[in-house]
């Protein structure tokens, strides 16, 4: 088999992964308004979910990075599937003992293999072709990660929030049932939140052993020894890589922030509607999801006409707008609004990857640890939106700030602002690119 058909065959199984681990991405959004009602907590003790999803991100990006260098992108793969199978598979023993911080710690060694997944498979299809069409081909790849996050906010709706006995949203009277009727309720509810995740545990396994099994070239074996000093160097000499790596981390903050609390707001919004004409949040879940798939892969193609970085800061622009929207109008204009943000956000990821690595060479192996340890923008900052959120009291709409504008609302000026910052950045590139023209 030619170098050439070897490289196809890398690609598609490694294009493979941004389906498998946009699953678990969405599958655990919704998760932090289930654990809110199940174990009746606060806004931000909920969002612990998604701090310790995305804190595995943190915790494993630069030592995944430093294992692919000090091994192969292959061997990084296999250690990705074990531990993302590892943490899934925990799930059965935290809903068994009714632990939320199980679940917490689950989540956590969960990311870590998706941690090492991430920061293998974007520099990896990076060098599976021709330089010049690097950025396109990521895209491509990353067009495959939402299909994925659609298929987790399916299961996550069917198979999970509809078989609670505990309703998302709902006022049941839970003070009328015995202590023991309630903690009857809790550990049923867990153990259908658990079973997506034991589940998804024996898929990742069988992918495991095929990547296992399979021969396919490796880019990463080529590798001389590790100059650390070398290559912090050049990383940090360039402002387009350093500045990417805080555009990542304000995008991944923002689109958790929205994809979360989307069912904030449109819980906010059922309180004052009748009963009979209550909103399903998961519909505009999915919806968000759908417009993200279309406009990635519309990105795809307008990429052979418009500059990579241009194109993201009129995107950037939408999302703001439509982020003001969201906030500043009542009623389902505005959750339109925070639909729409999801098609602004739909480049971001790739291409803020492509911009920072574009010309980094084998540094990008290590660069590309710092876009991944990016992603603790996801774990970091949603719970400083359900703080605002918690502002007047646990509710959702406890305090009307400036007179009309509801708590949960208001919380959205910080995907707004993250949103502005990326847009800051694509400036920023243009400026360069222009001043070396």
Same mark, same amino acid.
């Given at each position: 088999?030619?170098?050439?058909?070897?490289?196809?065959?890398?690609?598609?199984?490694?294009?493979?992964?941004?389906?498998?681990?946009?699953?678990?991405?969405?599958?655990?959004?919704?998760?932090?308004?289930?654990?809110?009602?199940?174990?009746?907590?606060?806004?931000?003790?909920?969002?612990?979910?998604?701090?310790?999803?995305?804190?595995?991100?943190? @915790?494993?990006?630069?030592?995944?990075?430093?294992?692919?260098?000090?091994?192969?992108?292959?061997?990084?793969?296999?250690?990705?599937?074990?531990?993302?199978?590892?943490?899934?598979?925990?799930?059965?023993?935290?809903?068994?003992?009714?632990?939320?911080?199980?679940?917490?710690?689950?989540?956590?060694?969960?990311?870590?293999?998706?941690?090492?997944?991430?920061?293998?498979?974007?520099?990896?299809?990076?060098?599976?072709?021709?330089? /010049?069409?690097? $950025?396109?081909?990521?895209?491509?790849?990353?067009?495959?990660?939402?299909?994925?996050?659609?298929?987790?906010?399916?299961?996550?709706?069917?198979?999970?929030?509809?078989?609670?006995?505990?309703?998302?949203?709902?006022?049941?009277?839970?003070?009328?049932?015995?202590? /023991?009727?309630?903690?009857?309720?809790?550990?049923?509810?867990?153990?259908?939140?658990? $079973?997506?995740?034991?589940?998804?545990?024996?898929?990742?396994?069988?992918?495991?052993? +095929?990547?296992? =099994?399979?021969?396919?070239?490796?880019?990463?074996?080529?590798?001389?020894?590790?100059?650390?000093?070398?290559?912090?160097?050049?990383?940090?000499?360039?402002?387009?890589?350093?500045?990417?790596?805080?555009?990542?981390?304000?995008?991944?903050?923002?689109?958790?922030?929205?994809?979360?609390?989307?069912?904030?707001?449109?819980?906010?919004?059922?309180?004052?509607?009748?009963?009979?004409?209550?909103?399903?949040?998961?519909?505009?879940?999915?919806?968000?999801?759908?417009?993200?798939?279309?406009?990635?892969?519309?990105?795809?193609?307008?990429?052979?006409?418009?500059?990579?970085?241009?194109?993201?800061?009129?995107?950037?622009?939408?999302?703001?707008?439509?982020?003001?929207?969201?906030?500043?109008?009542?009623?389902?204009?505005?959750?339109?609004?925070?639909?729409? =943000?999801?098609?602004?956000?739909? &480049?971001?990821?790739?291409?803020?990857?492509?911009?920072?690595?574009?010309?980094?060479?084998?540094?990008?192996?290590?660069?590309?640890?710092? &876009?991944?340890?990016?992603?603790?923008?996801?774990?970091?900052?949603?719970?400083?939106?359900?703080?605002?959120?918690?502002?007047?009291? @646990?509710?959702?709409?406890? +305090?009307?700030?400036?007179?009309?504008?509801?708590?949960?609302?208001?919380?959205?000026?910080?995907? &707004?602002?993250?949103?502005?910052?990326?847009?800051?950045?694509?400036?920023?590139?243009?400026?360069?690119?222009?001043?070396?023209?």
């Amino acid at each position: 088999m030619s170098s050439k058909q070897n490289y196809t065959l890398g690609f598609v199984l490694v294009t493979s992964l941004f389906f498998l681990w946009g699953f678990p991405n969405d599958l655990t959004n919704p998760m932090v308004e289930v654990f809110k009602n199940v174990l009746n907590i606060s806004n931000v003790k909920a969002s612990y979910v998604q701090l310790a999803f995305y804190g595995g991100y943190g @915790t494993m990006a630069i030592p995944a990075a430093l294992f692919i260098r000090k091994y192969s992108y292959k061997s990084s793969i296999i250690l990705g599937l074990f531990l993302f199978m590892l943490g899934s598979l925990l799930m059965y023993p935290s809903a068994l003992l009714v632990s939320y911080n199980l679940f917490l710690v689950s989540f956590y060694i969960l990311t870590f293999g998706l941690a090492f997944l991430e920061t293998t498979a974007n520099p990896m299809i990076l060098e599976l072709g021709p330089a /010049e069409t690097a $950025t396109q081909r990521l895209n491509l790849s990353q067009a495959f990660n939402p299909i994925g996050a659609l298929t987790g906010q399916v299961i996550a709706r069917i198979y999970v929030v509809d078989r609670l006995d505990t309703k998302i949203g709902a006022d049941a009277p839970t003070e009328l049932l015995s202590l /023991e009727q309630k903690q009857q309720i809790i550990e049923h509810d867990l153990s259908i939140v658990s $079973t997506p995740y034991i589940v998804l545990g024996f898929v990742v396994l069988a992918i495991m052993i +095929l990547f296992m =099994v399979v021969k396919i070239d490796d880019p990463a074996r080529h590798v001389d020894k590790l100059d650390l000093r070398t290559t912090f160097k050049k990383l940090f000499s360039n402002k387009d890589y350093y500045e990417g790596v805080l555009a990542q981390f304000f995008y991944v903050a923002c689109q958790i922030m929205v994809w979360t609390f989307i069912y904030q707001y449109v819980t906010n919004l059922n309180e004052s509607r009748p009963l009979d004409d209550q909103l399903n949040a998961t519909v505009y879940v999915v919806a968000s999801t759908i417009l993200f798939l279309t406009a990635r892969w519309i990105c795809t193609f307008l990429f052979r006409y418009i500059n990579s970085a241009r194109l993201m800061l009129i995107f950037a622009m939408l999302g703001s707008v439509l982020c003001i929207g969201a906030i500043l109008i009542n009623g389902m204009v505005g959750l339109y609004c925070l639909v729409g =943000v999801s098609f602004a956000m739909s &480049l971001m990821f790739p291409t803020i990857y492509g911009i920072a690595l574009r010309g980094m060479g084998d540094e990008a192996k290590l660069g590309s640890a710092g &876009l991944i340890l990016a992603i603790v923008g996801g774990a970091l900052m949603p719970p400083l939106q359900g703080a605002i959120i918690d502002w007047g009291g @646990t509710g959702l709409n406890d +305090l009307q700030l400036f007179g009309s504008i509801p708590e949960v609302n208001f919380s959205f000026i910080l995907p &707004l602002f993250c949103l502005l910052l990326v847009g800051i950045y694509c400036l920023r590139v243009m400026k360069r690119n222009k001043a070396l023209s």
